[in-house]
């Protein structure tokens, strides 16, 4: 770096004679060639020419000095992507006295032959990609009053010369690659206004030394960076700090005392996230117009008295949780003036909130969870129409909460949680934004509000562990509840019937009275299932069909049930989760599988598959995989719903599954006709063009939707056309996809391998690569793609006197022969209209099958491909032109 900056020298140099040689040449000319060796992708400077009658002082980014004569002042360059070099022709605009380029793409070293600008006093190159160390010669910038080099790739020490830039007002390193172990000595930059050293990892130092001296210091920014050690004692000397944020960083010891000294114009003060101990810094309020104080997460201990907080008057945010303070929360703090968030969680504050806590007329926040409190709940709250949150959760407030309590018309959040509040929950009907509401382990005794229902965005309903009465207000079911906690109290009655399937958590459990379908009690007035279910002991659901509408609720809308089943004489035990309301048990499951066993089909390598019929009439599929245990029954329940979340035409949906210890049960649609690898190899398979052309674009949809489309994508992985199912219409669905999610990455990969008869689907970077990509579907895409288009089976056995080929081969093979392309067609169904669209089919499917996996075309490109050729039949055969389908350099 030290030969880089000498050349710099050198060169500027040969420019302070170029510029006395040509100090003629007019201020235009010079911008021209500044210009010049700048890029400008955007022509964001294309009136910067000599051509057009703009004067150069209008043109973009220049401004020139009001009087005559005109002199250029100031370039303002920034966000114009521009990149290239910063030509020190520039120096020879006279008074040039600010130079922005913030926000562009220069990628240089520090361009410190910008000193030869004598005028210059802001220099701006924020968010570029400057890089490189700071020379020590930038102390020849002698009349900069700004420097700001913030957001960019900057490296090394702090040089001891910038203590010679003695009129900087701004030095701005923020967001750097800064390091460094000795403290940076500032003491001399006695006009400076901002200081930002932020968000330096690297600069792993004590704090600056002599900041104190800085008279002048607005803003110290200090933050996220890694300075340890204690705060120096500065503040006596900072009589203009207004903004002083040291978060983040590592720093120990007490904050120095700021009781005697004044900081008159201080508006932010924050040491937040250090290791801080200590007490609360008492006098900060000699600031009289301190707007926010933010200690939080540090070791800060002692109580923080009344008197050193009454005198906040313009205080807004106080934030000192995560610490260890204790005594009377200072009860002033509540009627502050201009208060809007109070943050004091996780100490060991006592006291009471006062109900003058309705004289907080700006309050927005309050989070004091985790603390002694222990005061009636404060009468005042609901009068405070900016509250949105309160939480005060883990203390010990009691009595009843007042009628008001969730009166603010912005009230969104609340969590009363484990205190000892009783009586009645009031009925809430003002609080229309509440979202969540929390009451749990309180003592309260009444019923479940019924007003809770007319709350439009209530979301998260936690009553549990009271002692609430009562039945379960039906009206509910209006709400669109994510989680609905009533467990342990003392509810009775039936349940409404969303509330156990709509949902995707309720908890119910500790409430013996509670019945209704799922839970341990059926209602007495339920038919018919009272008597199938009578094995009581068997916790036991059905869901009837008559909720068909609850799952709307949801957008996807899931049944989950949850089931836990112990017959008495079976060891195994079965757990399952249906995503569509079965009206079935996995016993009854296994004996419908256990007859049907003998027309079992197979399917594939990883279990059987089972058309079983259910009591209801309702055909579903089961397929019985071997369970490879891998699974706890929770990350097994979190893979299903990925899969079972999945809703498109073209791919098989999952209803639900079970699991024992050694199998797993995956419960699919049922569809009647036969699978795409069934129809090949039939003498008879001799489905139109169109129809099979249609077959593949449903095929391709489906995968580019696990592809990209999903989220999370998906990879099928054991895609073939026994795994292409289709309707009675040809609208093919797949299925077995993405099992390795289920039975686990080794299993699926050791199953796969030892399937030889359907290895011909399997792309041949299988052999040597373990990790399977979208390329991997897309090649036994293509293998499907040329079994429709040959209509040979992919794993066609020996033919006669050749050895066995499978399809990829046997097509590469023929259409080395001339002519051979059209002889691998199905000739059952060529015809003159075809033949175009097959040819192009063809050429996709040879881009498929590509050895090399990046050849191999997306699958979205794929989709686009086909349905393009697929428009194409209309026209006459001469008209079709597949290379308006195809890009041309394929095969
Ligand atoms: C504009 O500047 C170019 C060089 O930058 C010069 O060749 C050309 O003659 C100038 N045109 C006019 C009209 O001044
Ligand atoms: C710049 O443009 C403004 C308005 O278009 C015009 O009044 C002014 O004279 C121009 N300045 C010069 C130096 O041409
Ligand atoms: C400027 O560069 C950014 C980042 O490379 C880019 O996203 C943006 O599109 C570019 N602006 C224009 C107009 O090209
Ligand atoms: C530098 O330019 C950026 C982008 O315009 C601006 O946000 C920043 O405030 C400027 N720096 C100074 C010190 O004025
Ligand atoms: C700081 O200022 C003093 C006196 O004004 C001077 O002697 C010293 O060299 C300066 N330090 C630096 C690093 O320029
Ligand atoms: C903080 O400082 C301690 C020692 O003073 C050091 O062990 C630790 O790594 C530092 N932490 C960070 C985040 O810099
Ligand atoms: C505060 O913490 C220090 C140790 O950090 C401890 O010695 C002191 O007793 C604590 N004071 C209170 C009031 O808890
Ligand atoms: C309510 O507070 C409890 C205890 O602090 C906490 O565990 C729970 O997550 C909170 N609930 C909500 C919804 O914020
Ligand atoms: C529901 O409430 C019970 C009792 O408080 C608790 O054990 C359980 O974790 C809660 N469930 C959820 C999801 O909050």
Same mark, same amino acid.
């Given at each position: 770096?030290?030969?880089?900056?000498?050349?710099?020298?050198?060169?500027?140099c040969?420019?302070?004679?170029?510029?006395?040689?040509?100090?003629a040449?007019?201020e235009?000319?010079v911008l021209?060639?500044?210009?010049?060796?700048?890029?400008?992708?955007?022509?964001?400077?294309?009136?910067?020419?000599n051509?057009?009658?703009?004067?150069?002082?209008?043109?973009?980014?220049v401004?020139?000095?009001n009087g005559?004569?005109?002199?250029?002042?100031?370039?303002?360059?920034?966000?114009?992507?521009?990149?290239?070099?910063?030509?020190?022709?520039?120096?020879k605009?006279?008074?040039?006295?600010?130079?922005?380029?913030a926000?562009?793409?220069?990628?240089?070293?520090?361009?410190?032959?910008?000193s030869?600008?004598?005028?210059?006093?802001?220099?701006?190159l924020?968010?570029?990609?400057?890089?490189?160390?700071?020379?020590?010669?930038?102390?020849q910038f002698?009349?900069?009053?700004?420097?700001?080099?913030?957001?960019?790739?900057?490296?090394?020490?702090?040089?001891?010369?910038?203590?010679?830039?003695?009129?900087?007002?701004?030095f701005n390193?923020?967001?750097n690659?800064?390091?460094?172990?000795d403290?940076?000595?500032?003491?001399?930059?006695?006009?400076?206004?901002v200081?930002?050293l932020s968000?330096?990892?690297f600069?792993?130092t004590?704090?600056?030394?002599?900041?104190?001296?800085?008279?002048?210091?607005e803003?110290?920014?200090?933050?996220?960076s890694?300075?340890?050690?204690?705060i120096p004692?500065?503040?006596?000397?900072?009589?203009?700090?207004?903004?002083?944020?040291?978060?983040?960083?590592?720093?120990?010891?007490?904050?120095?005392q700021?009781?005697?000294?004044?900081?008159?114009?201080?508006?932010?003060?924050?040491?937040?996230?250090?290791?801080?101990?200590?007490?609360?810094?008492?006098?900060?309020?000699?600031?009289?117009?301190?707007?926010s104080?933010?200690?939080?997460?540090?070791f800060?201990?002692?109580?923080?008295?009344s008197?050193?907080?009454?005198?906040?008057?313009?205080?807004?945010?106080?934030?000192?949780?995560?610490?260890?303070?204790?005594?009377?929360?200072?009860?002033?703090?509540?009627?502050l003036?201009?208060?809007?968030?109070?943050?004091?969680?996780?100490?060991?504050?006592t006291?009471?909130?006062?109900?003058?806590?309705?004289?907080?007329?700006?309050?927005?926040?309050?989070?004091?969870?985790?603390?002694?409190?222990t005061?009636?709940?404060?009468?005042? +709250?609901g009068?405070?129409?900016? !509250?949105?949150r309160?939480?005060? =959760?883990? $203390?010990? %407030?009691? /009595?009843?909460? #007042?009628? @008001?309590?969730?009166?603010?018309p912005?009230?969104?959040?609340?969590?009363?949680?484990?205190?000892h509040?009783?009586?009645?929950?009031?009925?809430?009907?003002?609080?229309?934004?509440?979202v969540?509401?929390s009451l749990?382990?309180?003592?309260?005794?009444?019923?479940?509000?019924?007003? +809770?229902?007319?709350?439009?965005v !209530?979301?998260?309903?936690?009553? =549990?562990? $009271?002692? %609430?009465k /009562?039945?379960? #207000?039906? @009206?509910?079911?209006?709400l669109?509840?994510?989680?609905?906690?009533?467990?342990?109290?003392?509810?009775?009655g039936?349940?409404p019937?969303s509330?156990?399937?709509?949902?995707?958590?309720?908890?119910?459990?500790?409430?013996?009275?509670?019945?209704?379908?799922?839970?341990?009690?059926?209602?007495?007035n339920?038919?018919?299932?009272?008597?199938r279910?009578?094995?009581?002991k068997?916790?036991?659901?059905?869901i009837?069909?008559?909720?068909?509408?609850a799952?709307?609720i949801?957008?996807l809308?899931?049944?989950?049930?949850?089931?836990?089943?112990?017959?008495k004489?079976e060891?195994?035990?079965?757990?399952?989760?249906?995503?569509?309301?079965?009206?079935?048990?996995?016993?009854?499951?296994?004996?419908?599988?256990?007859e049907?066993?003998?027309?079992g089909?197979?399917?594939?390598?990883?279990?059987?598959?089972?058309?079983?019929?259910?009591?209801s009439?309702?055909?579903?599929?089961?397929?019985?995989?071997?369970?490879?245990?891998?699974?706890?029954?929770?990350?097994?329940?979190?893979?299903?719903?990925?899969?079972?979340?999945?809703?498109?035409?073209?791919?098989?949906k999952?209803?639900?599954?079970?699991?024992?210890?050694?199998?797993?049960l995956?419960?699919?649609?049922?569809?009647?006709?036969?699978?795409?690898?069934?129809?090949?190899?039939?003498?008879?398979?001799?489905?139109?063009?169109?129809v099979?052309?249609?077959?593949?674009?449903?095929?391709?949809?489906g995968?580019?939707?696990?592809?990209?489309?999903?989220?999370?994508?998906?990879?099928?992985r054991?895609?073939?056309?026994?795994?292409?199912?289709?309707?009675?219409?040809?609208?093919?669905?797949?299925?077995?996809?993405?099992l390795?999610?289920?039975v686990g990455?080794?299993a699926?990969?050791?199953?796969?391998?030892?399937?030889?008869?359907?290895?011909c689907?399997?792309?041949?970077?299988?052999?040597?690569?373990?990790?399977?990509?979208?390329?991997?579907d897309?090649y036994?895409?293509?293998v499907?793609?040329?079994?429709?288009?040959?209509?040979?089976?992919?794993?066609?056995?020996?033919?006669s006197?050749?050895?066995?080929?499978?399809?990829v081969?046997?097509?590469?093979r023929k259409?080395?022969i001339t002519?051979?392309?059209?002889?691998?067609l199905?000739?059952?169904?060529?015809?003159?209209?075809?033949?175009?669209?097959?040819?192009?089919?063809?050429?996709?499917?040879?881009?498929?099958?590509?050895?090399?996996?990046e050849?191999?075309?997306s699958?979205?490109?794929?989709?686009?491909?086909?349905?393009?050729?697929?428009?194409?039949?209309?026209?006459?055969?001469?008209?079709?032109?597949?290379?308006?389908c195809?890009?041309?350099?394929?095969?």
């Amino acid at each position: 770096m030290a030969s880089n900056s000498r050349i710099l020298l050198c060169l500027s140099c040969i420019f302070s004679f170029f510029l006395v040689r040509t100090s003629a040449i007019s201020e235009a000319e010079v911008l021209l060639h500044f210009k010049n060796s700048i890029n400008d992708p955007l022509d964001a400077l294309s009136d910067w020419s000599n051509i057009t009658a703009i004067h150069h002082c209008n043109w973009t980014g220049v401004s020139c000095t009001n009087g005559v004569p005109l002199a250029v002042t100031s370039l303002t360059l920034q966000s114009l992507n521009l990149s290239g070099e910063i030509s020190v022709s520039v120096c020879k605009l006279a008074n040039l006295a600010h130079l922005n380029l913030a926000d562009n793409f220069f990628n240089l070293p520090i361009p410190l032959h910008l000193s030869e600008c004598v005028s210059l006093e802001t220099l701006n190159l924020s968010t570029n990609l400057i890089w490189g160390t700071i020379p020590g010669q930038i102390s020849q910038f002698k009349s900069l009053k700004v420097l700001d080099f913030s957001s960019n790739h900057i490296e090394g020490k702090i040089p001891e010369s910038i203590g010679s830039l003695q009129q900087l007002r701004v030095f701005n390193m923020g967001s750097n690659l800064l390091s460094g172990s000795d403290p940076i000595v500032f003491g001399n930059l006695t006009e400076l206004e901002v200081l930002d050293l932020s968000q330096n990892p690297f600069l792993i130092t004590e704090m600056p030394v002599g900041i104190g001296k800085l008279s002048k210091l607005e803003k110290l920014l200090l933050q996220n960076s890694g300075f340890y050690g204690e705060i120096p004692d500065f503040f006596k000397g900072l009589k203009s700090l207004k903004i002083l944020d040291l978060s983040r960083n590592n720093l120990t010891g007490k904050i120095p005392q700021v009781r005697s000294i004044l900081l008159p114009e201080l508006l932010s003060f924050d040491v937040s996230q250090n290791k801080l101990f200590g007490t609360f810094p008492s006098g900060i309020c000699e600031a009289k117009g301190l707007v926010s104080l933010s200690l939080h997460t540090n070791f800060l201990n002692g109580s923080i008295r009344s008197d050193s907080i009454s005198e906040c008057m313009t205080l807004e945010r106080f934030e000192v949780q995560n610490n260890g303070f204790s005594g009377d929360f200072p009860s002033c703090l509540w009627s502050l003036p201009k208060i809007k968030l109070i943050r004091a969680e996780n100490n060991r504050f006592t006291g009471e909130i006062p109900d003058s806590i309705s004289e907080s007329a700006r309050l927005e926040q309050v989070q004091i969870d985790n603390n002694r409190f222990t005061s009636k709940f404060p009468r005042g +709250l609901g009068k405070v129409r900016s !509250l949105y949150r309160f939480s005060a =959760s883990l $203390n010990g %407030l009691y /009595g009843e909460l #007042p009628p @008001n309590f969730c009166d603010s018309p912005v009230m969104s959040i609340i969590n009363l949680s484990h205190n000892h509040l009783s009586g009645r929950i009031p009925e809430v009907r003002k609080c229309k934004k509440l979202v969540s509401l929390s009451l749990a382990d309180n003592g309260f005794s009444s019923e479940i509000p019924e007003s +809770l229902s007319e709350l439009p965005v !209530l979301t998260y309903l936690d009553l =549990s562990c $009271n002692n %609430l009465k /009562g039945s379960i #207000p039906q @009206n509910l079911e209006n709400l669109k509840l994510a989680l609905f906690n009533v467990s342990f109290n003392q509810l009775s009655g039936r349940v409404p019937l969303s509330l156990i399937s709509g949902l995707p958590a309720s908890f119910l459990q500790g409430n013996p009275e509670l019945c209704g379908p799922g839970l341990p009690s059926s209602c007495s007035n339920d038919k018919g299932t009272s008597k199938r279910f009578g094995l009581s002991k068997f916790t036991v659901a059905i869901i009837s069909l008559g909720l068909a509408s609850a799952p709307l609720i949801f957008g996807l809308g899931f049944y989950l049930v949850y089931r836990s089943y112990r017959p008495k004489f079976e060891s195994c035990s079965w757990r399952s989760v249906f995503f569509y309301p079965l009206r079935v048990t996995e016993l009854d499951l296994i004996m419908l599988m256990d007859e049907k066993a003998a027309n079992g089909k197979t399917g594939g390598a990883f279990g059987r598959v089972y058309d079983v019929t259910l009591p209801s009439g309702e055909l579903i599929a089961v397929k019985k995989i071997p369970t490879m245990s891998i699974h706890s029954w929770k990350s097994l329940k979190s893979e299903m719903k990925i899969l079972a979340k999945i809703r498109h035409k073209n791919i098989v949906k999952i209803l639900g599954f079970c699991q024992s210890d050694d199998s797993i049960l995956l419960i699919y649609e049922y569809l009647p006709e036969r699978s795409l690898g069934d129809l090949f190899g039939k003498p008879d398979f001799d489905v139109p063009w169109s129809v099979r052309l249609k077959i593949a674009i449903g095929v391709a949809q489906g995968l580019a939707y696990l592809h990209q489309d999903y989220v999370p994508h998906l990879l099928h992985r054991n895609l073939k056309s026994k795994n292409i199912l289709l309707d009675k219409d040809f609208e093919p669905k797949l299925t077995d996809f993405s099992l390795d999610r289920i039975v686990g990455d080794n299993a699926f990969h050791s199953t796969i391998s030892s399937e030889s008869a359907d290895s011909c689907y399997l792309a041949p970077e299988y052999g040597y690569t373990k990790r399977t990509t979208e390329q991997s579907d897309t090649y036994s895409f293509g293998v499907i793609l040329l079994e429709l288009l040959t209509g040979r089976p992919a794993d066609q056995l020996k033919e006669s006197m050749e050895p066995s080929l499978d399809v990829v081969k046997w097509v590469r093979r023929k259409i080395n022969i001339t002519n051979g392309a059209l002889k691998v067609l199905d000739s059952k169904i060529m015809s003159t209209s075809s033949q175009q669209q097959m040819m192009g089919a063809l050429e996709i499917a040879l881009r498929c099958t590509s050895v090399v996996p990046e050849k191999r075309p997306s699958m979205w490109e794929i989709v686009k491909t086909l349905q393009c050729l697929d428009s194409r039949t209309t026209l006459s055969v001469q008209e079709i032109n597949i290379s308006g389908c195809i890009e041309s350099d394929s095969v």
